[in-house]
C-alpha cells in the first residue's frame, strides 16, 4: 500500500515539533495553562449566573409573600367593610343617634298645590307595533339561496370576461 505523503501544513507541524523538542513541554503546560484560565472563566460566569438567579428567586419569594400579605390585609379589610354596613349595625347606629322607627301616626305626607312628578315622554304601545316576521327558513333552502349567488356570480363573471374580450375586437 502506498502511504499518502502529508499535507503542506503538516509537515510544517512536524518540522515545528521536530526543530525544537524541548518546546513541547513549554507548549503543553501552555495549553493545560489556557485551558485551566477558560475553565476558571466558564467556572466564574456559571457562579455570577447561578448567584443572579438565586437572588432573583429569593426577591420573588419575599415580592410573593407580600402580595399575600396585602391581599389578606384586602380580605379582611372587605370584611371589615361587610360588618359595618349589616342591617342590625346600620340600625343600632341609627338609635344611637337620636333615630327611631316611626309608626303610622307619626308620618306626615306632605301636598304641594301644581306639582306634576316627571311623567315618561310618550311611550309607544305594545299592541302597535308590527308583527316579526315568522322565521321558517331550512338549511336546505340557505343552502339553495348560496348555490344560486355563487352560480350568479360565476355567470355575471363569465359573462363580463366575454363582452371584454369581444368589446375590444369591435370598437
Keep these: 500500500m502506498a502511504q499518502k505523503e502529508p499535507s503542506a501544513q503538516q509537515r510544517w507541524i512536524q518540522h515545528t515539533l521536530r526543530s525544537a523538542p524541548w518546546r513541547r513541554q513549554s507548549q503543553l503546560a501552555a495549553i493545560i495553562a489556557l485551558a485551566l484560565i477558560v475553565a476558571i472563566i466558564i467556572g466564574a460566569l456559571y457562579l455570577a449566573q447561578v448567584t443572579t438567579v438565586a437572588t432573583t ?57 301644581g306639582y306634576m312628578p316627571q311623567q315618561p315622554e310618550s311611550v309607544a304601545p305594545l299592541q302597535d307595533t308590527e308583527p316579526l316576521p315568522i322565521y321558517d327558513e331550512t338549511f336546505a333552502g340557505w343552502l339553495q339561496r348560496q348555490w344560486e349567488a355563487l352560480v350568479g356570480q360565476f355567470e355575471a363573471w363569465a359573462g363580463s370576461d366575454t363582452s371584454e374580450q369581444g368589446g375590444s375586437a369591435n370598437p
Design 57 to 113: 428567586g429569593r426577591q420573588n419569594e419575599e415580592l410573593i409573600a407580600y402580595r399575600d400579605s396585602i391581599v389578606r390585609q384586602n380580605e379582611q379589610l372587605r370584611a371589615e367593610i361587610a360588618e359595618l354596613r349589616s342591617i342590625p349595625r346600620l340600625l343600632r347606629r341609627a338609635q344611637e343617634l337620636g333615630f327611631y322607627v316611626a309608626d303610622r301616626s307619626q308620618i306626615e305626607y306632605l301636598v304641594i298645590d
